[in-house]
């Protein structure tokens, strides 16, 4: 891995000429956006530690081996990876109850999960994750992010670790408070600004250094990066996980194992889909599982609490102008050098520049046309999107989206199941022809059968499936009660245009078939056993 892993760095601080990375003005903006980054990770990164009960070089160190090895390896330039909150709640209890040194095996286990899942090529089935549900992510994302900021209008020092990140603190009043919102402002309308101006350097860094000079050159008295916590160290050391090797052990970091992994690939491959919108990219599932999973598995080794993409920071770096591998290799090696060298200058940042960067990004990231379509889309996707939103908010968002994608597949279920119907002609030969139109599934399954009348019908009759599509093993059964309803009348039936897989295992219940040359070949989604042998369907 380290081969690949230098050798992708290199590509990515000499890129090629096809994609225009070779022009020193694109260079520039992005290392000027990975320093942004890196700046605005700081504070996420001790706040999420202290949510997650672990020291904040903890977070830090999992922030830059993250972010880093994401940035070489993973499946979309300018998406930013670090320490998450998403899953600093899930670390606590595990921390809690068991130790650090737990967690550190936890996350060697996440990661390894992360590249199965990677390499077995499942991060495809994020497309299954309806539009609707996307839109309620972002929303939710976004105010989860504008609630996070909330806390650092706390006196520092005061708030408290609770189960959703750092709550219960003494609030700012007085004219500490009015400066804190007037330097907060001061950034956001730079930010907003500054681009009609020029794009030489990037709006949010100098929101950060204008409000920074003010704030030291005046004396303000404002919260620093370093009333938070010292972010001084040394270089990550090789650690291996100080846990007994035992079955009780494996029992015990398994379901945390498990919950981390989901929660880091689904928020992932979410923000890798909304990055590609943005930068016009496509692909690369996979791959950032992959990646995500060879970065937790080496953070895990180097002291880390792990870690996934980072919606926040990925918004910042792509409006900031971030499109290559290289404003995340920057943003990595310039949070390891605050680390190393620059701590006592980056702990005079005022936490209210970082406030006001962040206030942007929640502004750039909710889906404002949502609210507009709210009343113009489907009562379902409306719900959806509303729904996604509050369980974000309200809980995770590996939670909110697992509820949006199961409520909007039973919306759909229950849609085409609906969709059944069946036209019939008697042909000249006096048989009855039932066309039957629409999905056949296990929700249309009941609907299929009252279409038929076999104490009417004639001694003959034909089911034509030329418009409609057998899914799944409730289909099948449905098929064969129909057929031995027929078959009790001493009728006879004939099932046309049917799939080869469908009649290969209808053949069981010993029912006429007419295998027409122009039959469907689709493969059906069920595994069902047959005398002959076992028949495992593809889709």
Same mark, same amino acid.
């Given at each position: 891995?380290?081969?690949?892993?230098? *050798?992708?760095?290199?590509?990515?601080?000499?890129? !090629?000429?096809?994609?225009?990375?070779?022009?020193?003005? #694109?260079?520039?903006? &992005?290392?000027?956006?990975?320093?942004?980054?890196?700046?605005?990770?700081?504070?996420?990164?001790?706040?999420?530690?202290?949510?997650?009960?672990?020291?904040?070089?903890?977070?830090?160190?999992?922030?830059?081996?993250?972010?880093?090895?994401?940035?070489?390896?993973?499946?979309?330039?300018?998406?930013?990876?670090?320490?998450?909150?998403?899953?600093?709640?899930?670390?606590?209890?595990?921390?809690?109850?068991?130790?650090?040194?737990?967690?550190?095996?936890?996350?060697?286990?996440?990661?390894?999960?992360?590249?199965?899942?990677?390499?077995?090529?499942?991060? !495809?089935?994020?497309?299954?994750?309806?539009?609707?549900?996307?839109?309620?992510?972002?929303?939710?994302?976004?105010?989860?992010?504008?609630?996070?900021?909330?806390? #650092?209008?706390?006196?520092?020092?005061?708030? +408290?670790?609770?189960?959703?990140?750092?709550?219960?603190?003494?609030?700012?009043?007085?004219?500490?408070?009015?400066?804190?919102?007037?330097?907060?402002?001061?950034?956001?309308?730079?930010?907003?600004?500054?681009?009609?101006?020029?794009?030489?350097?990037?709006?949010?860094?100098?929101?950060?250094?204008?409000?920074?000079?003010?704030?030291?050159?005046?004396?303000?008295?404002?919260?620093?990066?370093?009333?938070?916590?010292?972010?001084?160290?040394?270089?990550?050391?090789?650690?291996?996980?100080? =846990?007994?090797?035992?079955?009780?052990?494996?029992?015990?970091?398994?379901?945390?194992?498990?919950?981390?992994?989901?929660?880091?690939?689904? +928020?992932?491959?979410?923000?890798?889909?909304?990055?590609?919108?943005?930068?016009?990219?496509?692909?690369? *599932?996979?791959? &950032?599982?992959?990646?995500?999973?060879?970065?937790?598995?080496?953070?895990?080794?180097?002291?880390?609490?792990?870690?996934?993409?980072?919606?926040?920071?990925?918004?910042?770096?792509?409006?900031?102008?971030?499109?290559?591998?290289?404003?995340?290799?920057?943003?990595?090696?310039?949070?390891?050098?605050?680390?190393?060298?620059?701590?006592? =200058?980056?702990?005079?940042?005022?936490?209210?520049?970082?406030?006001?960067?962040?206030?942007?990004?929640?502004?750039?990231?909710?889906?404002?046309?949502?609210?507009?379509?709210?009343?113009?889309?489907?009562?379902?996707?409306?719900?959806?999107?509303?729904?996604?939103?509050?369980?974000?908010?309200?809980?995770?968002?590996?939670?909110? =989206?697992?509820?949006?994608?199961?409520?909007?597949?039973?919306?759909?279920?229950?849609?085409?199941?609906?969709?059944?119907?069946?036209?019939?002609?008697?042909?000249?030969?006096?048989?009855?022809?039932?066309?039957? @139109?629409?999905?056949?599934?296990?929700?249309?399954?009941?609907?299929?059968?009252?279409?038929?009348?076999?104490?009417?019908?004639?001694?003959?009759?034909? =089911?034509?499936?030329?418009?409609?599509?057998?899914? @799944?093993?409730?289909?099948?059964?449905?098929?064969?009660?129909?057929?031995? !309803?027929?078959?009790?009348?001493? !009728?006879?039936? +004939?099932?046309?245009?049917?799939?080869?897989?469908?009649?290969?295992?209808?053949?069981?219940?010993?029912?006429?078939?007419?295998?027409?040359?122009?039959?469907?070949?689709?493969?059906?989604?069920?595994?069902?056993?047959?005398?002959?042998?076992?028949?495992?369907?593809?889709?």
């Amino acid at each position: 891995m380290a081969g690949s892993l230098m *050798a992708a760095l290199g590509d990515a601080i000499t890129p !090629k000429k096809p994609r225009g990375a070779t022009d020193p003005r #694109q260079i520039k903006t &992005e290392i000027l956006s990975g320093l942004t980054v890196a700046l605005a990770l700081v504070p996420e990164a001790v706040a999420f530690a202290f949510v997650a009960g672990v020291p904040p070089l903890v977070g830090l160190y999992a922030a830059f081996i993250v972010g880093l090895i994401t940035a070489v390896l993973g499946g979309r330039p300018g998406m930013i990876s670090g320490a998450t909150g998403a899953l600093a709640v899930v670390m606590v209890s595990l921390v809690a109850q068991h130790g650090i040194e737990y967690l550190f095996a936890t996350v060697v286990l996440m990661g390894l999960i992360q590249i199965f899942v990677g390499v077995m090529r499942w991060g !495809k089935f994020i497309r299954l994750v309806p539009h609707p549900v996307m839109l309620g992510f972002v929303n939710g994302l976004a105010i989860v992010i504008f609630l996070a900021q909330l806390t #650092q209008f706390q006196v520092p020092g005061t708030a +408290e670790v609770t189960g959703h990140g750092m709550s219960g603190g003494e609030w700012l009043s007085g004219p500490r408070l009015y400066l804190m919102l007037a330097l907060v402002a001061l950034t956001m309308a730079i930010i907003w600004g500054l681009p009609k101006l020029t794009t030489i350097i990037p709006a949010p860094l100098a929101g950060i250094g204008v409000v920074a000079v003010v704030v030291i050159g005046l004396g303000l008295d404002t919260p620093l990066v370093g009333d938070l916590a010292s972010i001084e160290g040394g270089l990550p050391p090789f650690h291996i996980p100080a =846990v007994p090797l035992t079955l009780e052990t494996f029992q015990i970091i398994l379901p945390y194992a498990v919950i981390l992994a989901a929660i880091g690939l689904i +928020e992932s491959l979410l923000t890798l889909n909304l990055v590609g919108e943005i930068t016009g990219q496509r692909g690369g *599932a996979s791959k &950032e599982c992959v990646a995500q999973g060879a970065a937790n598995t080496v953070t895990g080794f180097f002291g880390g609490m792990g870690g996934c993409a980072m919606i926040g920071q990925s918004m910042i770096n792509v409006n900031s102008g971030g499109r290559m591998r290289l404003s995340g290799i920057a943003a990595a090696l310039f949070l390891l050098c605050f680390i190393l060298f620059a701590a006592p =200058v980056i702990e005079l940042v005022p936490l209210a520049a970082l406030v006001g960067v962040m206030f942007m990004v929640v502004i750039g990231t909710f889906a404002w046309n949502s609210l507009k379509i709210l009343t113009k889309v489907p009562f379902v996707d409306a719900f959806v999107i509303v729904l996604v939103t509050a369980v974000t908010v309200a809980y995770d968002l590996a939670t909110a =989206v697992v509820v949006g994608v199961i409520v909007s597949a039973l919306a759909y279920a229950w849609q085409n199941a609906s969709r059944i119907r069946a036209r019939t002609h008697v042909t000249p030969e006096g048989a009855k022809v039932y066309a039957v @139109d629409g999905p056949l599934f296990f929700g249309s399954a009941e609907g299929f059968s009252e279409l038929f009348d076999p104490e009417t019908d004639p001694k003959l009759v034909i =089911v034509d499936f030329a418009n409609s599509r057998v899914a @799944d093993q409730s289909a099948l059964t449905a098929i064969e009660a129909v057929a031995a !309803k027929y078959e009790a009348a001493g !009728k006879k039936l +004939e099932l046309r245009h049917l799939s080869r897989d469908c009649h290969y295992l209808l053949k069981k219940a010993g029912q006429l078939m007419t295998d027409s040359e122009d039959d469907p070949d689709y493969a059906l989604a069920v595994d069902y056993g047959v005398r002959t042998g076992q028949l495992g369907a593809g889709h």
